[in-house]
């Protein structure tokens, strides 16, 4: 009986514990479930998500779509049709928006292009694909979608440049050659002209044009056009001076350096100056900021600390110094030096802009303490821009600064925008140029290696040559989509479809506001391309390609290598969206960078709180 007993109570205890088992079980999944919440993702939510952000960029694409307007409840407005600048300005919620918005900006961010163009054609490819399942009467599972995304990143690979290549290229070089007459020594202003024409008004274009393309003769002449295009692009921030209050029109190039700060002293010299460039301040700095602590100076150590200061100001002097630049405020000691020795002081420069000064300057650094650097500027002197009076210095390479105007602020950051992504535009060009003449060049070793140094001349006639540049309009769009349907070497027919049909949304919209002149061009150019297919096999004079050219006006040109890398990113990002299973919403941050430390440094770091802790109560 008493082990009878015995035996009910142990299996009651194993029955209590299994049941406590199970609720802690519960309670753990419970938690787990509430930080990360699973949200199923599903063809039609991409379809969904993308079209909201293709209605935005949608009504500003090409010279004849309009403006955004965006309100704060605080009362501030922002006009602009710059894609980028749309985009970073919308509050999105939806994690897969913030993801396609990440893909749009890498690519801007290398091609410095195609914002808007990325969002309509990857919004026609999720509709190609949606409505392509539907007419099977069935539902693709997330297997097969994720299948057909590899098959479509395996055609922005090989097929696709063999296409741009043996297809577009030779296409686009005959072209050219076709029309020389119109393009000779116009190229680097068709391109410019094809870049902003839909990113600014009709009359801004004009004017912002014909700034840049002088802003861009001045500061590349006698030079490697290739690398004074990076020099620009990289250094831009450096380059440009933005002005509010006045019209575009007012936009000009102006010689020297343009410091967005007036001078503190001013005494105007002729001929070569030296300058002195300081990070630091003269005065001895007795107290630190923030700090609650008293301290007696003694009249000996202030006397002391005055002659320090007037011995390195007198070694200024023995330096034959005439111009002072300083990244803090100086003491007032060294303003009154500067005053009674006719030294020029300019203070609360950018450490940054002082920094890109002694670069291109070649700047000697003084060994004695603070910092200091020594610059030789062929003058300095000062310029009225607006209503502000700025200090321009200008050295031995002849640098130039491009003076940015604009009415409102809004708008003058859109024009500083789009002026910058025109230097990003030209420097992905000249670049995939660059590549290409160097991989002919290990092909052929017997070519001369000295064409690796390209003046701008021979930088944009070896472009109009090679096929690099094509009108834009729709040109490069009406052939990828011809060579994608009728000449396809590869045995996935239905991706190249995909691709070949959603490539039309673009000449589509940018005619939106008249089909049948959509209907009318594409038909004139592709019995132009059938025309041409014919002429090329028989081996007879080619026709002229008349794709574009009015009577009266030339056509703004467009980069090759950018529309590829476009269909190119725009499939990659595809891929990244139809892989995506399910949105787990988790409450603990994400580590997105490589993992190094190990599960001992986690428990060193759950510890760590625990002595904090500790140690409080100690103390307490």
């Not at 097969?144 to 995304?149: E, I, P």
């Not at 030779?170 to 076709?178: E, K, T």
């Not at 391109?191 to 600014?200: E, P």
């Not at 900021?289 to 003694?298: A, D, F, H, K, T």
Request: with cysteine; net charge negative; charged share 20%.
């Amino acid at each position: 009986m008493f082990n009878r007993l015995e035996g009910y109570y142990r299996l009651e205890i194993n029955l209590h514990r299994f049941v406590e088992f199970v609720l802690l079980h519960i309670f753990f999944v419970f938690l787990l479930c509430i930080q990360m919440q699973e949200e199923c993702v599903s063809l039609q939510v991409c379809v969904s998500v993308v079209g909201a952000l293709e209605c935005v960029v949608r009504r500003c694409l090409g010279p004849d779509g309009g403006s955004v307007l965006f309100t704060r409840d605080t009362g501030e407005a922002l006009i602009t049709r710059h894609g980028q600048r749309v985009l970073s300005t919308l509050h999105l919620q939806h994690p897969m928006a913030r993801m396609v918005v990440d893909c749009v900006c890498a690519h801007a961010k290398a091609t410095g292009d195609g914002t808007k163009s990325f969002l309509l054609l990857l919004a026609a490819l999720l509709r190609g694909i949606q409505d392509s399942h539907m007419q099977r009467r069935g539902s693709r599972s997330i297997p097969s979608l994720q299948n057909l995304a590899n098959r479509l990143l395996a055609v922005s690979g090989k097929e696709l440049e063999d296409v741009v290549t043996r297809k577009i290229t030779p296409y686009a070089s005959l072209y050219c050659s076709h029309h020389s007459y119109k393009l000779e020594g116009s190229i680097l202003d068709l391109l410019i002209g094809g870049y902003i024409s839909g990113r600014v008004g009709i009359g801004q274009a004009d004017v912002l044009k014909r700034v840049l393309c002088e802003f861009y003769h001045k500061v590349s002449r006698d030079q490697n056009a290739v690398e004074r295009i990076s020099f620009i692009h990289s250094h831009f921030s450096f380059l440009h001076t933005p002005v509010t209050g006045l019209p575009i029109a007012c936009s000009e190039v102006i010689e020297g350096l343009v410091v967005t700060c007036d001078w503190s002293m001013w005494t105007e010299r002729q001929g070569p100056i030296k300058a002195i460039i300081l990070y630091e301040s003269f005065g001895a700095s007795f107290v630190a900021v923030g700090e609650n602590i008293s301290v007696c100076i003694q009249k000996d150590h202030l006397h002391r600390s005055e002659s320090v200061m007037k011995q390195k100001l007198a070694s200024l002097l023995d330096l034959q110094v005439h111009v002072v630049l300083s990244s803090v405020k100086q003491p007032e000691r060294v303003s009154q030096w500067a005053r009674l020795n006719h030294v020029s002081l300019l203070e609360c420069v950018d450490s940054a802009q002082l920094d890109f000064l002694s670069h291109i300057s070649a700047a000697e650094t003084l060994s004695h303490p603070p910092l200091q650097h020594l610059v030789m500027l062929k003058y300095c002197r000062r310029v009225q821009l607006g209503g502000h009076r700025y200090a321009c210095l200008e050295t031995f390479l002849h640098m130039h600064t491009l003076v940015l105007c604009a009415p409102a602020p809004g708008f003058l950051d859109q024009i500083v925008c789009v002026s910058q992504g025109v230097f990003a535009m030209l420097q992905h060009l000249s670049q995939s140029f660059r590549q290409t003449l160097a991989s002919d060049q290990s092909q052929s070793p017997s070519s001369d290696q000295s064409e690796s140094v390209l003046s701008s001349q021979d930088l944009w006639g070896g472009v109009l040559r090679a096929g690099g540049v094509l009108p834009v309009g729709g040109m490069f769009e009406f052939l990828l989509h011809h060579f994608l349907l009728n000449e396809h070497s590869s045995c996935d027919p239905e991706s190249c479809r995909l691709l070949g049909e959603a490539l039309l949304c673009l000449p589509r919209t940018l005619y939106s506001h008249n089909h049948r002149r959509f209907l009318n061009i594409q038909t004139r150019f592709l019995d132009d391309l059938k025309q041409w297919d014919k002429t090329k096999e028989q081996r007879s004079e080619m026709p002229e390609l008349k794709f574009g050219f009015g009577e009266s006006s030339v056509p703004c040109l467009e980069s090759v290598s950018g529309k590829k890398q476009l269909v190119v990113s725009v499939l990659q990002c595809l891929h990244r969206l139809l892989c995506v299973g399910a949105i787990l919403h988790t409450c603990t941050p994400l580590r997105t960078g490589p993992q190094t430390h190990s599960e001992e440094d986690e428990d060193e770091e759950e510890e760590k709180p625990k002595c904090s802790n500790s140690t409080q109560s100690t103390d307490a």
